[in-house]
């Protein structure tokens, strides 16, 4: 699978508004801030992309299911089991 965005690009300094007593928390068990939220990031990026995906291929998928529906598996005859 291909990469959501470009790894090798560089940083960029950025400023956020977080719930304060989150964030104490969060440094008071030093927790890297930066790779959390780049992490978090790239999960919801995973999350959006396949969402997109199934949206996308959403009349392809029923079409296969409905064949599948109809005449089985292409493979059924070769089944033994």
Known sequence: MTDLYD???PKKATNLSLNSDLLNKARGLKIN???TLEQAL???LKTEAAA???K???AAI???NEFVAESGLLS???REF
């Open 62 to 64: 029923e079409a296969y």
């Open 42 to 44: 790239n999960d919801k």
């Open 56 to 58: 996308d291929n959403a």
């Open 76 to 78: 059924d005859e070769y």
């Open 33 to 35: 801030l930066s790779a």
């Open 52 to 54: 997109k995906w199934k």
């Open 7 to 9: 790894l090798t690009a």
